[in-house]
Nanobody, 128 residues
């Protein structure tokens, strides 16, 4: 069993930055596929970024087109924590952001149904 706890959300002006953290307990995250998803107000939850475990110490990073060049996902296995650095924030980035984990590799890393564990979410609000 994996418990995920997000933090770092808040209110920020457009153009600003935030760093979200996702701290895990119960299992080491080193061989988990990790993802960030978000749910804007009144909309479906959507994929943001993934930090994919491939094999050994090999990982691949992927992100949605809407955040490429602005958001960066990273992980610190020693701290069992995954991060989402968000720069150049826009009002349309306003959403509840969720961290998710899937043991091992996953081909469809952008599909939320493929993830086994979820955090409770953290609110990000970007004002114009």
């Amino acid at each position: 069993q994996v418990q995920l706890v997000e933090s770092g959300g808040g209110l920020v002006q457009a153009g600003g930055s935030l760093r979200l953290s996702c701290a895990a307990s119960g299992r080491t995250l080193s061989i988990y596929n990790m993802g960030w998803f978000r749910q804007p107000p009144g909309k479906e939850r959507e994929f943001v970024a993934a930090h994919r475990w491939i094999r050994g110490n090999t990982y691949l990073l992927d992100s949605a087109d809407s955040v490429q060049g602005r958001f960066t996902i990273s992980r610190d296995n020693a701290k069992n924590t995954v991060y989402l650095q968000m720069n150049s924030l826009k009002p349309e980035d306003t959403a509840v952001y969720y961290c998710a984990a899937k043991y091992g590799t996953v081909a469809a890393f952008n599909i939320q149904a493929n993830y086994d564990y979820w955090g409770q979410g953290t609110q990000v609000t970007v004002s114009s």
